[in-house]
């Protein structure tokens, strides 16, 4: 079985995209948050700039650095502000 992750998306990304979930292949066992928000970015250019947006693995709010490995949940959201 090819590596592969969970994506979950939420709010306006998710109606960006069309979709609120899908799996993502990776092209190894893991890749970086930032890689994936680019593979995003091509795949949904809507989605541009693709870096803005925040990412949660397994329901913990990460950085863009942290490393995704397979079998991960990655929830992809707008950043949300507070006032």
């Given at each position: ?17 069309g ?14 948050g930032?890689?994936?928000?680019a ?45």
């Amino acid at each position: 079985m090819d590596p592969a992750i969970q994506l979950l998306y939420f709010a306006r990304v998710a109606e960006m995209t069309g979709r609120r979930a899908e799996a993502w292949p990776l092209p190894d066992d893991s890749v970086t948050g930032l890689a994936l928000l680019a593979s995003l970015e091509q795949r949904y250019p809507q989605l541009a700039p693709a870096a803005r947006l925040k990412l949660a693995v397994n329901q913990t709010h990460v950085k863009a650095t942290v490393t995704i490995k397979a079998g991960d949940e990655v929830a992809v959201f707008e950043p949300v502000t507070g006032g």
